[in-house]
């Protein structure tokens, strides 16, 4: 049975979803000209939450939403034994001229981020890029990236793996803080 | 992301070498590498550090563009290489070629080679891994998978389908990988063509065999019909083109005299009004067009799931 520390619980993890919701309406009031981009494939878990949360703040919220994978955009392909299988990309539309709030569950090393960053290029010049997480490990860093708006911030060295479990998936919603990604299987 | 395993074998030399696993691993790949062929910037960075040779001793225009717009999709570095234009005029063997072309730090090899077998001996002597784009009378996998990668797109699944391969098949790679990748993916295979077209045991491959095109197309859920291969033939195998296509050609006439809509499919390039004519190849039910287009996702598939197994430092 796996075992690790629960940083964020159920009660509060729903109560930091609204709190970014919220940020975002703050920021970006009727979202003109703004789009968001999730992460394949735990990334979308959040964004399609942090979707769903703003449309019951305001209902009348329109935007283009889409789905990101950069399973062909890693900086480590060719390094590993085995090759990535990529996740479905839903990109209906160009990102030029737009602001898109780029959102991943978890921020680590950042290498995610540069990999999006690329492919999110390759549909237009946005206007501006934020990045929302849930997670952020703000010492693991490898890259300078850094979230705009963040869920939780954990200090954790860097074998240590942080794991989002989400209601639909997984049967609750928490994050948990594992020693070693072994651990967490 | 999910982790795949890469594939089974370090080269693609022909489908009778890969196993069924393979080959889903290459259409799950090629599904996402098909979505990435519809987007404004139809490119990812994945083999930006690999550079590709093209060896074609053959003729070729849809494979050799297909194979080069896939490297290019991949970012990798492809240098082109036409036999007629080179130093094999002046009596260099293969693998002096090959080796000169390796040294230049050349990573992955793709070649078209009117010997059968000469893939597999390239394979046998040099560390780069190798694609075989159709040697001789023997194999062409890739057509083969964007064949059947086609059906599964037009039909669902592979499996339990029956196809029959219309013309020329003693002649042909193509049928006889198609024949071996079908098969693996569950298929039930037929060939039909004229009696001097049709190889002898070809039986012994777990096929049947029609001599009356009507007959076959009336079996079968997809036709995939084949070029008369004028340039293979050194002896007189049909009477006259004239009287091929009055017998096997593939007409409107025919296809509507079935009892069920079938696919038609052709690996290019067509003869038209022999053994297809105008009517059958842009109608509805050809996905002649979708083949081309799904080359290229299919052979991006390979060349990355190739390019994997080539690890740095391993």
Same mark, same amino acid.
């Given at each position: 049975m796996a075992s690790g520390r629960v940083i964020l619980k159920q009660k509060k993890f729903k109560l930091t979803i609204e709190r970014l919701c919220n940020q975002l309406i703050e920021e970006y009031g009727a979202f003109e000209n703004t789009c968001i981009v999730g992460i394949q494939e735990r990334g979308v878990l959040l964004s399609d939450r942090i979707v769903k949360g703003l449309k019951a703040i305001d209902r009348k919220l329109e935007f283009n939403y889409g789905k990101i994978d950069i399973t062909f955009y890693r900086d480590d392909f060719r390094r590993r034994d085995t090759p990535m299988m990529a996740s479905k990309t839903e990109m209906d539309f160009q990102v030029e001229g737009y602001n898109v709030i *780029? @959102? =991943? =569950? /978890? +921020? &680590?090393?950042?290498?995610? @981020?540069?990999?999006? *960053? @690329?492919? *999110?290029?390759? &549909?237009?010049?946005? !206007?501006? /890029?934020?990045? *929302? !997480? +849930?997670v952020d490990r703000r010492f693991n860093r490898h890259l300078p990236i850094q979230p705009n708006y963040s869920g939780i911030v954990i200090d954790a060295i860097d074998e240590a793996y942080v794991k989002v479990d989400w209601d639909e998936i997984d049967g609750n919603d928490q994050v948990i803080l594992y020693q070693n990604r072994e651990k967490a299987s | 992301m999910a982790i795949v395993s890469a594939l089974s074998k370090k080269h693609l030399l022909g489908i009778k070498y890969i196993t069924d696993k393979d080959i889903e691993?290459? #259409?799950?790949?090629?599904?996402?590498?098909?979505?990435?062929?519809?987007?404004? %910037?139809?490119? %990812?960075?994945?083999?930006?550090?690999?550079?590709?040779?093209?060896?074609? #001793?053959?003729?070729?225009?849809r494979t050799r563009m297909s194979f080069e717009l896939a490297e290019k999709r991949l970012s990798a570095d492809v240098i082109n290489f036409s036999a007629s234009s080179s130093s094999v005029t002046k009596g260099e063997t293969l693998l002096d070629t090959v080796n000169n072309i390796l040294s230049m730090k050349v990573d992955m090899i793709v070649m078209r080679h009117p010997a059968p077998g000469a893939p597999y001996f390239l394979s046998q002597n040099i560390d780069a891994s190798i694609i075989n784009a159709g040697d001789g009378t023997h194999e062409h996998p890739t057509q083969a998978l964007l064949d059947a990668f086609s059906i599964r797109e037009k039909l669902g699944t592979v499996k339990g389908k029956k196809i029959v391969i219309v013309g020329d098949v003693k002649h042909s790679r193509v049928a006889l990988s198609n024949i071996f990748c079908l098969q693996k993916l569950g298929a039930s295979v037929a060939v039909c063509g004229p009696p001097t077209l049709i190889p002898k045991h070809i039986k012994e491959l777990g096929v049947q065999v029609f001599y009356n095109v009507k007959k076959a197309l009336e079996w079968c859920d997809v036709a995939n019909i084949l070029r008369i291969q004028l340039e293979r033939q050194d002896i007189k195998y049909i009477p006259s083109l004239r009287e091929y296509a009055l017998y096997y050609g593939v007409n409107k006439d025919l296809l509507d005299s079935l009892s069920k809509k079938i696919v038609i499919m052709h690996p290019g390039p067509i003869n038209r009004g022999v053994e297809i004519n105008s009517d059958v190849a842009d109608s509805a039910q050809s996905i002649i067009l979708d083949q081309v287009e799904n080359g290229v996702a299919v052979r991006m598939a390979v060349l990355y799931l190739l390019a994997s197994g080539n690890t740095q430092g391993s």
């Amino acid at each position: 049975m796996a075992s690790g520390r629960v940083i964020l619980k159920q009660k509060k993890f729903k109560l930091t979803i609204e709190r970014l919701c919220n940020q975002l309406i703050e920021e970006y009031g009727a979202f003109e000209n703004t789009c968001i981009v999730g992460i394949q494939e735990r990334g979308v878990l959040l964004s399609d939450r942090i979707v769903k949360g703003l449309k019951a703040i305001d209902r009348k919220l329109e935007f283009n939403y889409g789905k990101i994978d950069i399973t062909f955009y890693r900086d480590d392909f060719r390094r590993r034994d085995t090759p990535m299988m990529a996740s479905k990309t839903e990109m209906d539309f160009q990102v030029e001229g737009y602001n898109v709030i *780029l @959102i =991943d =569950d /978890v +921020l &680590y090393t950042g290498r995610t @981020i540069q990999s999006a *960053l @690329i492919a *999110l290029g390759h &549909y237009g010049r946005p !206007n501006k /890029v934020e990045l *929302l !997480n +849930l997670v952020d490990r703000r010492f693991n860093r490898h890259l300078p990236i850094q979230p705009n708006y963040s869920g939780i911030v954990i200090d954790a060295i860097d074998e240590a793996y942080v794991k989002v479990d989400w209601d639909e998936i997984d049967g609750n919603d928490q994050v948990i803080l594992y020693q070693n990604r072994e651990k967490a299987s | 992301m999910a982790i795949v395993s890469a594939l089974s074998k370090k080269h693609l030399l022909g489908i009778k070498y890969i196993t069924d696993k393979d080959i889903e691993t290459i #259409f799950s790949t090629a599904d996402n590498f098909k979505e990435v062929l519809n987007r404004p %910037v139809k490119k %990812v960075p994945s083999l930006r550090d690999i550079t590709v040779a093209n060896l074609f #001793f053959e003729n070729s225009t849809r494979t050799r563009m297909s194979f080069e717009l896939a490297e290019k999709r991949l970012s990798a570095d492809v240098i082109n290489f036409s036999a007629s234009s080179s130093s094999v005029t002046k009596g260099e063997t293969l693998l002096d070629t090959v080796n000169n072309i390796l040294s230049m730090k050349v990573d992955m090899i793709v070649m078209r080679h009117p010997a059968p077998g000469a893939p597999y001996f390239l394979s046998q002597n040099i560390d780069a891994s190798i694609i075989n784009a159709g040697d001789g009378t023997h194999e062409h996998p890739t057509q083969a998978l964007l064949d059947a990668f086609s059906i599964r797109e037009k039909l669902g699944t592979v499996k339990g389908k029956k196809i029959v391969i219309v013309g020329d098949v003693k002649h042909s790679r193509v049928a006889l990988s198609n024949i071996f990748c079908l098969q693996k993916l569950g298929a039930s295979v037929a060939v039909c063509g004229p009696p001097t077209l049709i190889p002898k045991h070809i039986k012994e491959l777990g096929v049947q065999v029609f001599y009356n095109v009507k007959k076959a197309l009336e079996w079968c859920d997809v036709a995939n019909i084949l070029r008369i291969q004028l340039e293979r033939q050194d002896i007189k195998y049909i009477p006259s083109l004239r009287e091929y296509a009055l017998y096997y050609g593939v007409n409107k006439d025919l296809l509507d005299s079935l009892s069920k809509k079938i696919v038609i499919m052709h690996p290019g390039p067509i003869n038209r009004g022999v053994e297809i004519n105008s009517d059958v190849a842009d109608s509805a039910q050809s996905i002649i067009l979708d083949q081309v287009e799904n080359g290229v996702a299919v052979r991006m598939a390979v060349l990355y799931l190739l390019a994997s197994g080539n690890t740095q430092g391993s």
